[in-house]
């Protein structure tokens, strides 16, 4: 018998607009629940953020809507009017958990807030989701991913000495802020459902990113500054270097995969050169010339070519694939990572989970739904 | 507690297979991890802090991503270790590693010998591309899944050259998916009493949160470089310095409104006024001159003030902080985000909490990491119920060491 996803009959809302319970109604959306997404009248403004399918604004094609919301249904709803919040605690009743990141200063006053709901409704899981905490004395704080990976420690070792550090790549303050409500929430549903869940999106930063290096700095073991693609205090190399077409991440963490890294590039003799004599040294004073020394071996290879000789000889390496690379490579389609998703009159290539096991790979996609499409069938269920 | 009854076998290691045991135990869960000196977990060496020895019970990191575990000490190479191991599996519901394919099975510990001896358990493989496929035996660092998942490949300075994301950002971030995957096959086994063996790709898990850089590709072929701290509806955007040695301020601004509080705060500066930035499209046309000018008003503002003052006026905006810094932050010190722990060796540690709390309650480290090997007699004789005789005959053939 196959096996159903394990969310199978599981009901799951959003309330209040942001992309980090959007991304925790995926993790469950892409396992069975049925996700509704409570959105306003005008729609979630992630509707009029690209991508584009050929960069033409569209509500109804936005890519990163689709992303976080394929398989979810959406119902519009103006909660400033007593009618349709009394629709919106209708359907909740019904509900098994409500991922809330509504800051809107009437909540309290509508009755509405996440605490006030998971009072109002005991049996379902409210998981509040909010930059510091819905209780907090900074609630209503502005932030966004920019300021919380700043606050959170990540962004000051990113980027040059001497320069403006970076931050990671994209909204990862959102994905990490809604992976953590989605644990929680499963949490408290095997906990005999019920309660009241509030996620900071700092605290996240702080304490499974960042929690360690903490600990650390307190016995004065802080990392050391920004050191571009280096990082400081740690044996040469671990670093990113050019190749053919490219980049390729090396990271020779012991002596066997030194010594393995200096036979696989014909240099074996370089094991007894007085630059190698302290790999920690080597790489936090002399780790240009160290790279020069090896840039001629990679610039004359491919990262695909590099990587057999990486795997022949097992040492930590990999490619830095582009997004393409990434998209096209036949180890995930093997995997049946990447799923194509009907939309926009052609089709998308998604992601689906980053698992494999019975009943956890859905099966099919249906697009991100259109705006308020599910309001008729939800005032039907709720009206029975 | 959740997760309390629930009994799992650790066998992760480092960071990223460490930390689903710990979330598992903070949730209730009885957590064992199994360990080795032969093969001592990486997070356990490193520099003694106290005194000059090497000694398994100093790290700072292993402390908090291995609290409210107990250690099983075992020799799983040797035959009779492997057999513990498969009576203790057959008590348990679940099981994590983060081995190479295969390794387990080597042991005879694979997932089909596994759950022959207990039908419902729920097995989560973690490696880094998963069990299968062309790429099955590559050996990884976090670094190396940032490199795979695509994220390096945006990370340096706009148009400049790849910098990677030298953190350990993908170790968490599969650490946490394969959480909330084990709490998945949980809730499925209560109502189908079903078990699971799960393979997650630490890849996969990496390229999961570059999703709207994946569909762009799909939708209009286009390849992102590097990115830098642009944004492309929000101007200024990014990190500008403040007064004093690698002090930094992060600003973000996503309205004109919020745009005139930071004028304001900034006392109005000449080339602040008129309408060249007063609107999002002159502020993202000359951001680069923008953010010129920006930086010499930030650079004369103490990091604090400035987060506070923009705070005031309802803009987004941070003092970048470090590990030693964090812990004085207000909005971390009101949620007692930072917690510590007595440690029988490094004395008072930091433990980190949960960003969550449940129930207006701030969670509790309940349990400081264990000592190597510290519950070896509880496993054996309560859990498997062996005699004195028995443990002795295995302390013989070295199967604890």
């Given at each position: 018998m196959a096996s159903q996803p394990p969310f199978t009959g599981l009901r799951v809302f959003e309330y209040g607009i942001d992309p980090s319970i959007a991304y925790a109604g995926k993790l469950f959306a892409d396992l069975g629940a049925t996700v509704v997404k409570i959105e306003p009248p005008e729609g979630d403004p992630q509707r009029r953020h690209g991508p584009f399918p050929s960069d033409e604004p569209d509500p109804e094609r936005s890519g990163w809507f689709l992303y976080l919301n394929a398989n979810k249904r959406s119902v519009a709803l103006d909660t400033s009017i007593a009618g349709d919040r009394d629709l919106m605690l209708r359907a909740l009743r019904d509900a098994n958990v409500l991922f809330h990141a509504s800051r809107d200063p009437e909540l309290e006053s509508w009755g509405i807030a996440p605490d006030q709901l998971a009072r109002t409704l005991p049996h379902i899981v409210v998981a509040s989701v909010t930059p510091f905490g819905w209780?907090?004395?900074?609630?209503?704080s502005a932030a966004d991913d920019l300021t919380l990976q700043a606050l959170g420690g990540?962004?000051?070792?990113?980027?040059?000495?001497g320069r403006p550090p970076l931050k990671l790549p994209l909204d990862q303050s959102s994905y990490q802020a809604g992976l953590s409500a989605a644990i929680a929430a499963c949490g408290a549903l095997l906990g005999g459902g019920g309660g009241f869940i509030d996620v900071s999106a700092a605290d996240v930063w702080a304490t499974f990113y960042m929690g360690p290096e903490v600990a650390n700095a307190h016995f004065g073991r802080r990392k050391r500054g920004r050191a571009g693609h280096h990082v400081l205090g740690q044996p040469y190399p671990h670093t990113v270097l050019p190749c053919k077409d490219g980049f390729f991440a090396v990271q020779c963490s012991t002596r066997r995969h030194w010594q393995a890294f200096l036979e696989m590039v014909g240099r074996p003799e370089l094991a007894e050169d007085p630059l190698f004599a302290n790999r920690v040294r080597t790489n936090d004073l002399h780790s240009e010339e160290a790279d020069a020394l090896f840039a001629p071996w990679f610039g004359e290879r491919t990262k695909d070519e590099i990587l057999r000789q990486f795997l022949r000889f097992k040492i930590p390496g990999a490619p830095v694939y582009s997004i393409q690379e990434a998209a096209e490579h036949p180890h995930l389609e093997g995997r049946r990572y990447f799923t194509e998703v009907d939309y926009a009159g052609g089709s998308v290539c998604m992601p689906t989970t980053p698992y494999q096991a019975p009943g956890f790979k859905p099966e099919s996609l249906r697009p991100a739904p259109r705006l308020g499409e599910y309001n008729e069938a939800l005032r039907r269920e709720v009206g029975r | 507690m959740s997760l309390e009854g629930i009994r799992v076998v650790d066998f992760g290691w480092v960071w990223a297979g460490a930390v689903p045991g710990h979330v598992l135990a903070d949730m209730g869960a009885e957590v064992i991890k199994i360990e080795t000196m032969t093969r001592?977990?990486?997070?356990?060496?490193?520099?003694?802090?106290?005194?000059?020895e090497k000694d398994p019970e100093q790290n700072p990191m292993f402390q908090n991503v291995n609290r409210g575990k107990l250690s099983f000490r075992v020799d799983m190479t040797k035959p009779e270790g492997a057999a513990l191991l498969l009576r203790l599996v057959a008590l348990s519901d679940v099981v994590i590693e983060n081995f190479t394919p295969g390794v387990l099975d080597k042991f005879g510990l694979g997932w089909e010998t596994l759950q022959a001896t207990r039908p419902d358990l729920i097995m989560c493989s973690m490696s880094a591309v998963g069990q299968e496929g062309p790429l099955r035996d590559i050996r990884t660092y976090a670094a190396m899944i940032s490199a795979l998942s695509g994220m390096d490949s945006l990370a340096g300075y706009e148009g400049g050259r790849v910098l990677g994301v030298q953190q350990s950002y993908a170790d968490p971030n599969a650490s946490l998916h394969a959480v909330f995957a084990i709490l998945a096959a949980l809730w499925r086994r209560r109502s189908t009493g079903e078990g699971a063996y799960i393979d997650l790709s630490q890849w996969e898990a990496g390229t999961n949160v570059m999703g709207e850089a994946v569909i762009d590709y799909s939708l209009n072929g286009r390849v992102p470089g590097t990115v830098g701290t642009?944004?492309?509806?929000?101007?200024?955007?990014g990190n500008y310095p403040a007064a004093g040695e690698d002090k930094w301020m992060a600003i973000s601004i996503s309205s004109d409104g919020e745009w005139q509080s930071l004028v304001r705060w900034l006392g109005e500066p000449e080339w602040a006024r008129?309408?060249?930035?007063?609107t999002v499209e002159g502020r993202l046309r000359h951001r680069e001159e923008l953010d010129r000018l920006l930086s010499k008003e930030t650079s004369r503002h103490d990091a604090a003030d400035l987060e506070e003052g923009l705070r005031d006026q309802g803009v987004a905006a941070a003092a970048l902080q470090n590990a030693s810094t964090m812990p004085e932050h207000p909005a971390y010190v009101q949620r007692e985000v930072f917690q510590s722990i007595e440690h029988p060796v490094l004395g008072h540690t930091p433990v980190y909490g949960l960003p969550w709390q449940g129930n207006g309650e701030v969670w509790r480290v309940p349990r400081r990491a264990p000592l190597l090997g510290e519950h070896n007699d509880y496993v054996l004789r309560e859990l498997l119920g062996l005699g004195a005789e028995e443990v002795d005959k295995l302390c013989e053939l070295q199967v604890f060491e």
């Open positions: 209780n907090s004395s900074f609630r209503g990540e962004s000051l070792g990113l980027g040059m000495p | 001592l977990d990486y997070m356990r060496q490193g520099r003694p802090i106290v005194g000059t642009r944004h492309p509806r929000k101007s200024p955007h008129g309408s060249r930035y007063a």
